[in-house]
């Protein structure tokens, strides 16, 4: 059984730039979570998708937006990148909205 | 945004000791969740609670999810080196949302 992948594992934009963060899901799980997790804090909810659809929103503004795809894997693009949003960017899979989520290693993100 | 109140926020013992941190929140949680983050990689999942009351064990952690509904505590028995590490009490809502505490730094001394 293949776990949570992320890519890639680190990155540097500049400011106002755009990325895209990619997720493959834990086998069997349909359901992809994304969250920030700054230095020295807890994750952050960004949003769920679930059956390629937008499944809850937490507190981000528009510039974060994501899609899944019917292989259930998932990104996130993040446009016009603020210094404030490096961070890690986690995806867990679960098997449903509500089950137990599995995180992937992370992406690093750096914004200079 | 929301997180739990987590503590206590660091610790560092003694390799052998038991240690014992807890979470609590002002909203009620239909699951609360225990990971463990090494530096650079994702969260791992040690303890999932789903029900108010549970008490549950894996190895030598232990976790209860409160009967309120609003905290869960997490203990480990006979702590070794390979137990440092930071460990995130997460609720979870009947929207799949996880809210996490600020974490607790485990340091144990050899």
């Known amino acids: 059984e293949t776990g949570v992948t992320q890519s890639p594992t680190h990155l540097i934009k500049t400011r106002g730039q755009q990325v895209t963060l990619r997720c493959s899901s834990q086998?069997?799980?349909?359901?992809v979570s994304w969250y920030q997790q700054a230095l020295g804090q807890g994750p952050q909810f960004i949003f769920q998708?679930?059956?390629?659809?937008?499944?809850g929103r937490g507190n981000f503004p528009p510039r974060f937006s994501g899609l899944q795809f019917p292989n259930y894997s998932s990104e996130l693009n993040v446009n016009a990148l603020e210094l404030d949003d490096s961070a890690l960017y986690l995806c867990?899979?679960?098997?449903?909205?509500?089950?137990?989520?599995?995180f992937g290693p992370g992406t690093r993100l750096t914004v200079l | 945004g929301q997180q739990l109140n987590q503590s206590p926020q660091s610790m560092f013992i003694q390799e052998g000791e038991d240690v014992s941190m807890n979470c609590t929140s002002s909203s009620i949680f239909n699951t609360w969740l225990w990971y463990k983050q090494d530096p650079g990689e994702g969260p791992v999942l040690l303890i999932a609670?789903?029900?108010?009351?549970e008490l549950t064990s894996n190895g030598r952690l232990t976790a209860q999810f409160g009967i309120t509904r609003k905290d869960s505590f997490l203990n480990i028995s006979a702590s070794i080196p390979s137990d440092v590490g930071i460990y995130f009490c997460?609720?979870?809502?009947?929207?799949?949302?996880?809210?996490f505490g600020q974490g607790t730094t485990l340091q144990v001394k050899p």
């Open positions: 998708y679930y059956r390629e659809e937008e499944n």
């Open positions: 086998s069997g799980h349909n359901t």
């Open positions: 609670l789903y029900k108010a009351g």
């Open positions: 867990a899979s679960s098997l449903s909205g509500v089950n137990t989520q599995y």
């Open positions: 997460a609720g979870q809502h009947n929207t799949g949302k996880l809210i």
